[in-house]
């Protein structure tokens, strides 16, 4: 069992950053990839980002590709999320889910966090 804990999210400015982390405990999250996902009132949940257990491969949507950045210290058992030139679109609570892969499907994972809300302001 892993449980996940996500932090750093807050209110900031269109075009401002951010980094929100994932934090592991219970298990090393270095055998897990790791998803980024997002919320947004009234929307589904989206895919947002993914980093493979050794951190060698990364997988973005097309809405935040050149902007995001996922990366993972496995030392730390944290993945990371920094956000930059941020949109009002990109308003949402941000989840982070670990599981045997790290695709952009959402039921391909197995545990996720709570989430942090994450909102641009204009």
């Known amino acids: 069992q892993v449980q996940l804990v996500e932090s750093g999210g807050g209110l900031v400015q269109a075009g401002g950053s951010l980094r929100v982390s994932c934090a592991a405990s219970?298990?090393?999250?270095?055998?897990?990839?790791v998803g980024w996902f997002r919320q947004a009132p009234g929307k589904e949940r989206e895919f947002v980002a993914a980093?493979?257990?050794?951190?060698?491969?990364?997988y973005y949507a097309d809405s935040v590709k050149g902007r995001f950045t996922i990366s993972r210290d496995n030392d730390k058992n944290t993945v990371y999320l920094q956000m930059n030139s941020l949109k009002l679109e990109d308003t949402a609570v941000y989840y982070c889910?670990?599981?045997?892969?790290?695709?952009?499907?959402?039921?391909?994972?197995?545990?996720w966090g709570q989430g942090t809300q994450v909102t641009v302001s204009s």
């Open positions: 889910a670990a599981g045997p892969r790290s695709g952009t499907y959402y039921r391909e994972y197995d545990f």
């Open positions: 980093i493979s257990w050794s951190g060698g491969r990364t």
């Open positions: 219970g298990r090393t999250l270095s055998s897990y990839g």
